[in-house]
T-cell receptor
């Protein structure tokens, strides 16, 4: 069964910490995505990558960076975590042509205190 | 600008009743459209997708959706809901645009 795996289901971090959220897919997909999900706001795209070492900003990239050194892994980095980054973070992947839809991970609920 | 809109934030139906969740799109050409479901605390799961051809598409878990170009809609339907269908449902296109979701509540 194809999978997108997010390394943590729940994380609690302190304000100012550097936070790494990891996402791994085993489907040889070219595209990978990071979203955050907040009540009433739906899914908002933070960053996406369409190839190794390539990245594109989404709608809300401020305060985040990403890394894609290998095709299967896409990391989201919070350089200095703040309380307004408390959210559910969802990783997804798709083949190069996203017409087939996305496969999502189970999400990481991050709380910044 | 392209957009996908879900007009209803919450929908409540009784178990066994029929269901229709609305999705409207704004797109020049024929869009690629998807419905996803998210159970509490989980990621999103693809229910069904529309590319072209037959405007009525069947998905998993007994769901179907109909593409209507004249109404710019892609509504999700199910003839008889089960308590396990309580979840949040998202409409999306292939341009990485998601609707804001509709939360479905089921009354026993």
């Amino acid at each position: 069964d194809v999978k997108v795996t997010q390394s943590s289901r729940y994380l609690v971090k302190r304000t100012g910490e550097k936070v790494f959220l990891e996402c791994v897919q085993d489907m040889d997909h070219e595209n990978m995505f990071w979203y955050r999900q907040d009540p009433g706001l739906g899914l908002r795209l933070i960053y996406f990558s369409y190839d190794v070492k390539m990245k594109e900003k989404g709608d809300i990239p401020e305060g985040y960076s990403v890394s894609r050194e290998k095709k299967e892994r896409f990391s989201l980095i919070l350089e200095s975590a703040s309380t307004n980054q408390t959210s559910m973070y969802l990783c997804a992947s798709s083949p190069r042509w996203a017409n087939y839809g996305y496969t999502f991970g189970s999400g990481t609920r991050l709380t910044v205190v | 600008a392209q957009s996908v809109t879900q007009p209803d934030i919450h929908i409540t139906v009784s178990e066994g009743a029929s269901l229709e969740l609305r999705c409207n799109y704004s797109y020049g050409a024929t869009p690629y459209l998807f419905w996803y479901v998210q159970s509490p605390g989980q990621g999103l799961q693809l229910l069904l997708k529309y590319f072209s051809g037959d405007t009525l598409v069947q998905g998993i878990k007994g769901f179907e959706a109909e593409f209507k170009r004249s109404q710019s809609s892609f509504n999700l339907r199910k003839p008889s809901v089960h308590w396990s269908d309580a979840a949040e449902y998202f409409c999306a296109d292939n341009k990485i645009i998601f609707g804001k979701g509709t939360r479905l509540h089921i009354l026993p």
